[in-house]
């Protein structure tokens, strides 16, 4: 169990505000550490100390302390040295707090925070408060589990688990992709690439995705959540109606649609990819043309084939 035992030595911000931003951006950086959850998995609890106060007693504090005359953000004192996440020698027993009750726990440091010069450089960097908030106190607890940034190595360390942490606090632009097209077109390989992973079936006979199957591409970017959909045909049966009606379905599920392509298919738009792409328009989604197997065709033929799509709808994109 991790407890966060605080004190508040100024006035001006509430600890009902900043305390549950300071516990949630704690937590989440010690539960990412590998030597954290080895402690707890034995039963061993953990305990930080935090403390808030302004800006003249955290200057005080930062030239006793590091020789450093002038107001600071955030600082850290660790109870033992570590370094990059574990202990440079072993645990003493001495080094535990014990408790009848809460049985044995080991004390990891304090961490003193200025909220009024926070919210300052916050508005400085264009952040808002509570996204500054998190980011210190991320960067505070890595401090008292012996990450640093003294060099240019241990910085570099230091600023990817810094960066990793505070994406899960990102709200990254996302959205639903339909991929359609033609049966052994190539959808399922593409999902499969775009995934480094094995997610769709593929296989040179027509028809061997029935379902829309989900994929999620994530990027430090974006992500996108990916629908491939069964190969567009002429039903023939109740089994094809039904794989036409998911095609559809996804379509109208999907906040942009990929029409996929041959390269080597003659120069005119097929009634298949008309009707997905009028549906598509219809509902004012954008619609991405991507001519595949370009490689293995001649170029003079790949020129036409956007002509046909632009002249015809005036697509988003056409990616060869």
Do not use: C
């Amino acid at each position: 169990m991790i407890q966060l035992h605080h004190a508040n030595r100024q006035r001006d911000y509430k600890l009902s505000d900043i305390g549950p931003l300071v516990r949630e951006a704690a937590d989440h950086a010690l539960y990412a550490s590998p030597f954290i959850r080895e402690l707890l998995a034995e039963g061993i609890g953990i305990d930080l100390d935090w403390t808030l106060v302004g800006p003249r007693t955290m200057r005080g504090i930062n030239r006793e302390q590091r020789e450093v005359d002038r107001e600071t953000d955030i600082l850290s004192f660790p109870a033992r040295e570590m370094k990059e996440g574990h202990p440079l020698s072993p645990l003493e027993p001495w080094e535990f707090l014990s408790g009848e009750e809460e049985g044995d726990r080991l004390f990891l440091g304090d961490l003193i925070l200025a909220p009024a010069v926070i919210e300052k450089q916050a508005e400085e960097y264009g952040h808002s408060f509570e996204e500054e908030i998190r980011f210190l106190v991320i960067h505070g607890v890595l401090h008292l589990l012996g990450y640093d940034h003294e060099t240019e190595e241990d910085e570099e360390v230091m600023n990817a688990l810094q960066k990793n942490l505070m994406a899960a606090y990102r709200d990254l632009p996302r959205g639903f992709v339909a991929l359609a097209g033609r049966p052994n077109v190539g959808k399922s390989t593409l999902l499969n690439e775009l995934s480094d992973r094995t997610l769709a079936i593929t296989s040179a006979k027509p028809q061997t995705t029935r379902h829309a199957i989900r994929s999620v591409l994530t990027t430090e970017d974006y992500q996108i959540a990916f629908l491939d959909t069964p190969g567009l045909h002429q039903p023939k049966n109740a089994l094809g109606k039904a794989m036409m009606k998911a095609a559809t379905s996804a379509i109208g599920q999907a906040d942009v649609l990929v029409v996929m392509i041959d390269a080597s298919w003659n120069a005119f738009v097929g009634q298949l990819e008309e009707r997905i792409i009028r549906q598509a328009k219809e509902e004012k989604k954008p619609v991405i043309l991507v001519i595949n197997k370009s490689d293995a065709a001649p170029k003079e033929k790949i020129l036409p084939l956007i002509k046909v799509y632009d002249d015809a709808f005036k697509l988003d994109a056409y990616v060869p």
